[in-house]
């Protein structure tokens, strides 16, 4: 053999070698498609089974639930329990507003404070004559001076009254 024979050979073994690489990378790459493919089949699998048991649960409740209908009809017993929790949403602002009422507090922050308090609940729907009650304090606290703070005695009279708003939206209930 020649040189040049020799040459052309190894030129050849170099290119048939790289060919060899490049499909060995190829066929890794697709193994790994393959796995991956089996995973999702796998797992695809496995929701298939959890939905067809949560649809069999589901089935049992619906069950359950026909037969307690059917068994004891329901009766409407005192008030729904989005009027109770709409009650308990004007609770919320009655109490927000005892914690406003302090030794100390000036009249015209509390009686914006007030204010607020019943415009938020007359327009949620709360009975006029609570809203009355809670205007009236607005009133009574603006005779006083901008910037006056509020005698203990108004403030007691004034927690009274809260307390007795409070009895007034439970009967609500």
């Known amino acids: 053999m020649s040189n ?6 190894r030129a050849k073994l170099t290119e048939i070698n790289g060919a060899i690489e490049r499909l060995t990378q190829m066929l890794n ?8 493919i089996t995973e999702v089949q796998d797992a695809q699998s496995d929701l298939q089974l959890a939905v067809i048991a949560n649809a069999e649960k589901l089935d049992e409740i619906l069950e359950a639930v026909k037969n307690i209908s059917h068994a004891a009809p329901i ?11 709409a009650v308990s949403s ?16 000036i009249a015209s922050d ?9 415009e938020m609940l007359e327009s949620k729907g709360v009975a006029g004559s609570l809203v009355v ?9 603006r ?21 007795e708003w409070t009895r007034e939206l439970s009967k609500m209930r």
Do not use: C, F
Request: charged share 30%.
């Open 4 to 9: 040049e024979e020799d040459t052309y050979l």
């Open 75 to 85: 009766q409407s017993s005192g008030p729904s329990i989005s009027k109770k929790g």
């Open 110 to 118: 509390l009686s914006a404070k007030i204010n607020e308090a019943a």
């Open 133 to 141: 009650k809670m205007q009236r304090w607005t009133r009574i606290l």
């Open 29 to 36: 790459r697709m193994i790994d498609v393959i796995s991956k």
């Open 90 to 105: 004007h609770q919320a602002i009655l109490d927000t507003l005892e914690t406003q009422i302090r030794d100390g507090v």
């Open 143 to 163: 005779t006083y001076g901008r910037v006056d703070t509020i005698s203990p005695t108004d403030i007691q009279k004034l927690r009274d009254d809260i307390k």
